[in-house]
């Protein structure tokens, strides 16, 4: 494989390591969030069943890796623990379009997945965050909600109606916190104001369908906050 030839041969021209701050250099952050996207949109084709932008889009993540690999400064890759991330996210991605190639769509997107967990720990242990990680966040909050989605709450039950109401405004807490770690630029973006104010809008309303006892209501907020947590993931997760 070319990036882990690539990062061996730094490895041994270089002495000593070099410690990588919490702040990521451009090129390093640039490698980072364009391979976070391409997985992204790859493991979105696969779980929909479609092998062939699947495929096409893992080979956009592998030729991406190995191009921003060729743009990061020697010493960003003489960190050991980085160098081994890159390389061990490269081989994932690559047995994950072999397994495209052969037809098996569910081994494909299980690498897939599998491949963003090295860099994660490296940024973990570095204490380096991202706006994805806020986004997953969301997600974690958004779950106890989503209970009652699949399973209608009894709003009768005054000690329920607080909990809801409680874990909704722990979403919005979270949500509000994400907008704030968003860059200037993309708080601008049509997209994220869409998702955000519309995710922030439904989560409003709930104290109201809680206080009102009004299931139905409940209920079609807590699909519309599915989907804004399903969209926020997709497009900036």
């Not at 990061?72 to 996210?89: E, K, Q, T, V």
């Not at 965050?129 to 209608?152: G, N, Q, V």
């Not at 630029?185 to 369908?209: I, K, N, T, W």
Request: net charge neutral.
């Amino acid at each position: 494989m070319r990036l882990t030839v690539a990062i061996l041969a730094v490895l041994q021209a270089l002495s000593c390591t070099a410690a990588i701050s919490s702040e990521l250099s451009p090129d390093l952050r640039g490698l980072i969030e364009h391979f976070q996207a391409h997985r992204r949109v790859a493991v979105g084709y696969l779980r929909t069943q479609n092998g062939d932008l699947g495929a096409v889009e893992i080979e956009r993540l592998r030729d991406g890796l190995i191009t921003d690999s060729g743009r990061i400064a020697p010493a960003a890759l003489a960190d050991l623990p980085l160098a081994i991330a890159l390389a061990r996210a490269e081989a994932l991605v690559a047995g994950a379009l072999k397994a495209i190639d052969r037809g098996d769509i569910e081994r494909s997107r299980a690498l897939l997945e599998e491949s963003g967990k090295p860099i994660d720990t490296w940024r973990e242990a570095n204490g380096i965050r991202l706006f994805s990680d806020c986004i997953a966040e969301i997600t974690a909050a958004y779950e106890p909600l989503d209970r009652h989605r699949l399973k209608p709450p009894d709003l009768t039950d005054a000690a329920i109606g607080r909990r809801i109401v409680v874990a909704a405004n722990g979403v919005m807490a979270v949500l509000d916190r994400c907008e704030r770690e968003a860059s200037a630029a993309m708080r601008q973006e049509p997209e994220f104001r869409r998702l955000f104010d519309g995710m922030r809008g439904s989560l409003g309303q709930m104290p109201g369908a809680v206080t009102a006892r009004d299931g139905a209501l409940l209920y079609r907020l807590l699909g519309e906050q599915r989907s804004f947590e399903q969209l926020l993931s997709f497009r900036f997760g």
